[in-house]
Nanobody
Framework: QVQLAESGGGLVQAGGSLRLSCAAS????????MGWYRQAPGKQRELVAA???????NYADSVKGRFTISRDNAKKMVYLQMNSLKPEDTAVYYC???????????????WGQGTQVTVSS
């Protein structure tokens, strides 16, 4: 009922920047928290950053001061500005949203298909 589509991944040199975007579409009544997760080869998926509908943010310690999450509620989009990228940031980045399609019930968790970010040294 809710689809998430990421864009903006790619290959960048260490120290460079990338901006990820994620658009939510479908039958959406409300979106609570939106966030970005990442999964590197052989590792578990981990939270990178999250933002509530009111704009409160939460970051993984490893990206604090380098990454900035933002969202446009009217456009149902979330962004991740990634600066000072390091090789250890290399991973597939997934968009996540807790969203409701109707007034009733609790939000469900939705995931995008992921976008590859590769940082070369």
């Amino acid at each position: 009922q809710v689809q998430l589509a990421e864009s903006g991944g790619g290959l960048v040199q260490a120290g460079g920047s990338l901006r990820l975007s994620c658009a939510a579409s479908g039958i959406i009544f409300s979106i609570n928290v939106m966030g970005w997760y990442r999964q590197a080869p052989g590792k578990q998926r981990e939270l990178v950053a999250a933002i509530t509908s009111g704009g409160s943010t939460n970051y993984a310690d490893s990206v604090k001061g380098r990454f900035t999450i933002s969202r446009d509620n009217a456009k149902k989009m979330v962004y991740l500005q990634m600066n000072s990228l390091k090789p250890e940031d290399t991973a597939v980045y997934y968009c996540n949203a807790a969203a409701k399609s109707t007034y009733f019930g609790h939000p469900d968790d939705y995931w995008g298909q992921g976008t590859q970010v590769t940082v070369s040294s």
